[in-house]
């Protein structure tokens, strides 16, 4: 639909016409009477049902055709205010995380709370964003970036905090920043802050949790006590300090910089190493297959398991019945997961095993009923016997498995 | 065991239980030194920068490593409130130990991990943090391989130049218990260590940690409406991709966990 405004001068002249037929059906935006107070038409609000009763619908969801084409303009997507600054006053630099590449909500609350000590005290300071490695994340204008320095080479693609600390220390005395953050995580974050703070023999704040005026409240003690001190040049961060930006658009201007010539590095990585699945906590675990009442046939579900390299999980049922250990229990009597992928298999999805999964990121869900809860909150939903499924699933990842190997041995 | 040669030292603290605080053995340092038993045995160094303070109650907290089966503690003594890092650094650089173990962070105080850090950094030694093996020693390259703790239970692979100052993490092999004829019977070598006072923490205001304020999901809808539906609506996304047929599934599933990055 076209965006311009049109006016219709037939309906504007029946607008002004009080005593035409079709008057009272126009609404005619604010109408004010004779002693200048707001008159509300309590008539031209809803719509004729199909049954030729009128019908008001509070809910917003009806479109009828008077008011969606109001709506239109108003619907149409914000932009939010761009947030420039020019010259910077001064620099906060942020350093994130970026686990596989994307920006997480401990990366977002730690650039909430760069904006907030760069705005405050009439602002002017600039919030530069460091990212290490790939960056797949397109949204960064949106969290509060307002410069970026963007390190990227084959040597970020592995575990290098030595390189990273050494080019930190060139940017740092580059930009002489009024703070530095990071996220005081085991994503990297906590570990790369600390060296720096060994290197720049600066006494850091670890654990900040909360910033008031000139102090901030620390966790210490192992988390079981609150250290209020002067806020300190380097902070590390924890998740939820402050709320990460929402109502404004930064520059997220590309600062070029080079990475610094390091090569006495001490550590060298050699990968991650592949663990048992099943000895990791269910809690930690990234990807979990899911059996309760559903499945008929338990052994092809631990050798679908062990195929797909995925945690094993249960429902109360399955676990009621002795087919899996109590230890495997998904749900408000059992284990909370935050699973990357959790596949359901022949779970309804009863309310105790949904609080369970609530921070899982993706659901599947095999069942043979397409209605029951565990499919409405799923993102994929297969229906059908879960034996069956399996079966094919194992076929197709053995079989991935194979050409991926031949390919493999054909390019040696 | 092949590492005779090998010079490893353990740092100790005093831990504080998480809910009633009183004094007790610290989880990591201990997880630190079964794995310095591991490596060297009866050769590991254990090495404490405080004192042995009249509360039986410390005293048995430290004597709780020594049940461990360690003949002795190496006390550095000094004042309560010092500064326990300069102390340490200007004792170990004496030493020219191999591999020097401490946990990621104490458990009392301001417990900021800075510790092992600092302490590579003074010592010129390389640092790796969160590791929960070490896999072996090569004496000759002069190069150890270690396992290090990744979140999601994932381990990575290491390399590490001699010396190094590792710190364990909580997934390392659950130390052994003390027991109790041993922790009598081991012994304290107390040295004085120099005093070198912490300036910046006395002024510092410590209480017990508040709980924090669960963090509310801001609804920031611009109609009645709109609110009313982000405080009514169920939480089921709705969205989600139905699919039948077992071939078909099975390859959307499939599709699903390759998008993933997970088979
Ligand atoms: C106080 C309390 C606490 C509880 N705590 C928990 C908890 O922590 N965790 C938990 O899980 N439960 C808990 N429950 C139990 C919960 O209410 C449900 O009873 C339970 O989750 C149901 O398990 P289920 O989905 O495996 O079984 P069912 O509800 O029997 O569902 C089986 C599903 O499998 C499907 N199905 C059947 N055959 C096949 C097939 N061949 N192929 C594919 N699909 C098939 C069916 O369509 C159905 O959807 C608790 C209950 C109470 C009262």
Known sequence: MSELFRRDPRAEWIARNRLHPLHQTLDSGPVFGPTGLLRKNPHIIGFIGPNGLKRIDRSGASNDTGQSTRRTAAAREVVLPLHQVAEPAFYIVVVLDLVSGRLNGHD????????????????????????????????????????????????????????????????????????????????????????????????????????????VICRGSAGKSDITRPLSKLLLVMEECCEPISETRHESILMPQQSSQFADGKLFDHGNISVDPNAIPLAEAGFILSGGNGINDWPQFHHTASVLGATEGASRVAVDDGNMPRERQVGATGTWVTAQVYIAVGISGAIQHMQGIAPCDKVVAINTDEGCDMVKRADLSAIGDSTEILTRLVELVEHRKQTINEGATNEQ | MSNDNLSVISLVSIGEH?????????????????????????????????????????????????????????????PEQADAILVLAEHLKQQNSDIILTG???????????????????????????????????????????????????????????PFVASVDMAAALPRQSAFGPAMRGQFEATLGGIFADQESPLWQTTDAKKRPKRLKIVKAKTAADRFKAATAKASGGGGKVVHGVEESAQAILDLLVEEGLV
Request: with cysteine; proline share 4%; hydrophobic share 40%.
């Open chain 1, 108 to 215: 977002k609350d730690t650039l909430g709370l760069a904006q907030q000590l760069a705005n405050r005290n009439n602002g002017g300071g600039a919030v530069v964003a460091i990212a290490f490695g790939e960056l797949k994340d397109d949204s960064l204008d949106k969290t509060g970036v307002d410069r970026l320095i963007h390190l990227d080479g084959q040597q970020y693609a592995s575990y290098n905090p030595e390189q990273r600390c050494n080019d930190l220390q060139g940017i740092i005395a580059e930009l002489v920043p009024q703070h530095i953050l990071l996220p005081d995580s085991i994503n990297g974050g906590g570990d790369l802050g600390r060296r720096l703070a060994a290197a720049l023999e600066l006494r850091p704040a670890c654990g900040v949790w909360k910033l008031n005026d000139d102090t």
């Open chain 2, 18 to 78: 998480p809910t009633s605080r009183r004094p007790r053995r610290a989880e990591q340092d201990a997880r630190a030194i079964e794995l310095g038993l591991k490596l060297v045995g009866n050769n590991l160094q254990t090495l404490h920068a405080g004192q042995v303070s009249d509360d039986p109650r410390q005293q048995t907290a430290l004597r709780s490593y020594l049940g461990m089966g360690l003949a002795e503690i190496n006390l550095l003594e000094m």
């Open chain 2, 104 to 162: 990621v962070r104490a458990e009392s105080g301001e417990s900021s991990g800075m510790l092992p850090y600092l302490l590579a950094e003074q010592l010129g030694m390389a640092m790796v943090t969160s590791v929960t093996d070490i896999l072996s020693v090569d004496e000759v390259n002069k190069q150890a391989e270690v396992l290090q703790a990744l979140p999601r239970g994932q381990r990575r692979k290491l390399k590490v130049d001699l």
